[in-house]
């Protein structure tokens, strides 16, 4: 058996005893007994196993808590210990960069998408430049909570404080989590931030007027399918066959319909870029696009098209595409499925309605005399 970094797991008795350094890791940093963790598995079975669902042998436990320690018993067999204090045990005690380069392989290995990946990794590095060297404790994460609440908006802190939780159960540190914040769903979405189908058309104009046939065809496809901006790489030469597309990500699978006007409008595109196969939206060195060449030239359209900068990003196309398809069929359950979300609350979200259509409706009750 091989580490993610291709070095051999442990030198003698590589299968039996990375196993059980890799439970006895485990059951020591949760405090279970070792008979609880009996079922022997490779870290990267664990990792492939962690999708599938919970653990049937160890009963209360599932493949991913048990991950993070299988991983590092595999790479660093000695450094499974248990650091006591007077509130508990860990396994470490301060932020450092190779835990965190571990954390990545580790979040790869999970089957995490890139961006989700570079997200929880930034978060992780910031929490390091606060601490400055400094250990880890329950007061310093507090503490950094509050800074995150002055600076962002509720949602936004809770996202970093995900991630950062994330590690800290990567690394053993459990204790050291802070809770999210308590956010009420709002009963309606801030216009400021949304892109209307006005709006994005004198973007795909904007694109057109500029000689960016690419950038307008990218922005049709989102709003045309309600794909995410990672999923691009499934609008193929062969999906435009078919006028369908398979979009497998995170262990899960749905079908994504293609209309016609916008099948022929990219099969035309790719007889002019002579793409004879594969993807579609690729760079001139044929690889795929990247959030990052799309989002900088989407927000290079704001001035020609007369478009806030905050409403312009990828996706919001996809919010715009939930709001359309709710407008003609309000079923909520059924534009879940669409968007691939697992749970309805964040469809939700997506088809609130804006502060002016609540405005509208307070009126229509005429409480006011």
């Given amino acids: 058996m091989r580490t993610p970094h291709g070095r051999a797991a442990v030198k003698a008795e590589p299968a039996a005893y990375a196993t059980e350094a890799i439970w006895e890791g485990a059951a020591g940093a949760r405090g279970l007994s070792q008979k609880t963790c009996t079922e022997q598995a490779s870290p990267r079975e664990l990792a492939q196993r962690s999708a599938r669902g919970p653990c049937m042998g160890a009963g209360r436990f599932s493949y991913i808590n048990l991950l993070p320690y299988a991983w590092k018993a595999a790479d660093h067999p000695h450094e499974i210990t248990r650091c006591g204090d007077e509130k508990g045990t860990h396994m470490q005690r301060s932020v450092t960069r190779k835990s965190i380069n571990d954390y990545k392989q580790y979040l790869f290995a999970a089957e995490k998408a890139k961006a ?16 400055n060297g400094n250990q880890l404790s329950k007061r310093a994460l ?51 931030r949304e892109l209307s189908a006005v709006e994005y058309k004198r973007l795909v ?13 990218v922005m049709q496809t989102i709003c045309a399918t309600g794909i995410r901006i990672s999923e ?17 990500l995170k262990g899960k699978s749905r079908t994504v319909l293609i ?30 696009l990247d959030r990052a060449n799309i989002f900088h030239d989407m927000k290079r359209l704001c001035d020609a098209a007369h478009v806030e900068q905050s409403k312009v990003f990828p996706h919001n196309l996809r919010h715009l595409f939930a709001r359309a398809f709710y407008s003609v069929e309000k079923n909520l359950p059924h534009l879940a499925d669409v ?20 405005e509208r ?3 229509k009750m005429k409480l006011i005399t």
């Fill in 142 to 192: 507090l503490e950094y909570r509050e800074i995150l609440a002055e600076n962002f908006s509720s949602r936004t802190v809770n996202t970093k404080l995900a991630a950062i939780n994330g590690y800290l159960s990567f690394i053993g540190a459990d204790e050291y989590k802070v809770q999210l914040l308590k956010v009420q769903r709002r009963a309606f979405i801030d216009e400021s």
């Fill in 116 to 131: 989700t990946v570079t997200k929880y990794i930034n978060e992780a590095e910031r929490l390091a430049e606060y601490l």
């Fill in 259 to 288: 209309p016609n006007k916008l099948c022929k409008k990219l099969a035309e595109y790719a007889a002019r870029q002579h793409i004879d196969s594969g993807v579609i939206f690729r760079t001139k060195s044929g690889r795929p």
């Fill in 232 to 248: 691009l790489s499934y609008i193929t030469t062969d999906a435009i066959e078919k006028r369908q597309t398979e979009i497998r």
């Fill in 361 to 363: 409706m307070l009126d």
């Fill in 205 to 217: 104009n904007a694109a057109d007027a500029g000689g960016n046939e690419r950038l307008s065809l």
């Fill in 339 to 358: 968007l691939g979300h697992s749970s309805i609350e964040t469809t939700r979200i997506y088809v609130a309605a804006s502060s002016r259509q609540y």
